[in-house]
């Protein structure tokens, strides 16, 4: 009896611990807006035969920029609301992408030099919270 009430109390002690420790917390940390985020502040583009050369000035925190998204619609009418018909992914290492400072140039080829072109360009953050920066519909 008298070995198992220290092991009683060592348990016991054990459980208040860890049960205790987690007083006064309050929950996972959040991303900080404005601190994190970052946004388009101007997105220009050319067209070259059936490329699209992309070239846009970021502002903010753009440490936290994970990837690129590119929408893009050739065959809808120009007035209709956009309607995207394929998507491209790019990473920060992607070939196609060449980052210097705070602007990124992408280059996206294969598209039909004949059709007129609407598309979307999107910057998603590291930090899923954080919505991502928007081009806009362009054209």
Same mark, same amino acid.
């Given at each position: 009896?008298? /070995?198992? $009430?220290?092991?009683?109390? !060592?348990?016991? =002690?054990?459980? +208040? ?6 007083? %006064? ?29 992309? /070239?846009? $000035?970021?502002?903010?925190? !753009?440490?936290? =920029?994970?990837? +690129? ?6 065959? %809808? ?39 007129? =072109? ?22």
């Amino acid at each position: 009896m008298k /070995k198992i $009430v220290p092991f009683l109390g !060592a348990c016991l =002690l054990g459980v +208040f611990l860890v049960v205790s420790s987690g007083c %006064g917390v309050k929950g996972w940390p959040e991303p900080q807006g404005e601190q994190d985020a970052f946004s388009f502040v101007k997105v220009s583009f050319d067209r070259e035969n059936d490329c699209l050369l992309l /070239k846009a $000035v970021i502002q903010g925190n !753009a440490d936290n =920029l994970d990837h +690129f998204a590119l929408l893009l619609e050739q065959d %809808g009418c120009v007035t209709c609301p956009f309607q995207p018909e394929r998507r491209a992914v790019f990473s920060l290492f992607d070939d196609r992408v060449h980052m210097l400072g705070d602007t990124v140039q992408i280059s996206y080829c294969g598209l039909d030099s004949e059709k007129p =072109l609407r598309f979307r360009l999107f910057g998603i953050n590291t930090l899923e919270k954080l919505p991502p920066a928007d081009s806009g519909v362009l054209q």
